[in-house]
């Protein structure tokens, strides 16, 4: 079976594969703090079985990606300035947050340009726990950008980065 991928935004879940009953189920959400409720009933909705693997793919809702170029090429430099350099846009400490970034470093003006990616330790605690306990294994936890960029990287030029604006009712996706 593939993995199931799980859309999260802040109006609807949906969770979708070609392998489930259904296809797709869609759940519109009506309140951020009964989330986690709603991922439930989606579970169940979709009749997702145990041991199925999930991809979580998160909107703007609940991870946040930040945009930093270093002067510098030196990895772990960099790493020790990540959290100096991110501190005025978190919303916690630096360290209640899982980061993960992408790292391109251009020789030519030795520059590095960090694609990064937060989420707050407690909200990707919580998905996992909600996963474990209904055994669900999370394959991957990915942006929404990302996760377009990745599935459209081969079909377009590789400079072009994928964004995905969400209205309700309504979505665009600029390339």
């Not at 489930?20 to 439930?40: A, G, M, Y």
């Not at 999930?54 to 002067?71: G, K």
């Not at 960099?78 to 400490?93: F, G, K, P, V, W």
Request: aromatic share 12%; charged share 25%.
């Amino acid at each position: 079976m593939r993995p199931i991928n799980i859309f999260i935004t802040s109006g609807f879940l949906c969770a979708y594969s070609p392998d489930l009953p259904s296809d797709i189920v869609f759940r519109e959400t009506t309140d951020q703090k009964n989330l986690f409720d709603e991922l439930v009933d989606i579970f169940v909705d979709a009749q997702i079985p145990n041991g199925a693997a999930v991809n979580l793919i998160i909107d703007q809702l609940l991870i946040n990606f930040h945009n930093q170029i270093f002067p510098m090429l030196n990895r772990r430099k960099i790493d020790n300035m990540l959290a100096y350099e991110l501190e005025d846009s978190l919303i916690d400490d630096f360290d209640a947050y899982h980061i993960s970034y992408y790292a391109r470093r251009k020789k030519a003006t030795a520059t590095t340009e960090l694609c990064v990616y937060t989420i707050q330790k407690s909200i990707l605690n919580s998905l996992h726990d909600l996963c474990g306990e209904r055994g669900i294994d999370i394959k991957w936890v990915l942006s929404f950008n990302n996760f377009l960029d990745l599935r459209f990287r081969e079909e377009i030029d590789p400079q072009n980065h994928v964004y995905i604006s969400i209205d309700k009712h309504l979505a665009r996706v600029f390339i």
